[in-house]
């Protein structure tokens, strides 16, 4: 149950980590 919840929560993270770059938000803060 643990892994499934560690892929469920890295899907999460995959997917905000999408929308956020999609609107520019994550890209500079990497690169900062």
Do not use: C
């Not at 999609?22 to 803060?29: D, E, I, K, S, Y």
């Amino acid at each position: 149950m643990g892994t499934e919840l560690a892929g469920l929560i890295r899907a999460d993270l995959a997917a905000l980590a999408n929308d956020a770059n999609r609107l520019g938000v994550v890209t500079p803060a990497m690169n900062a």
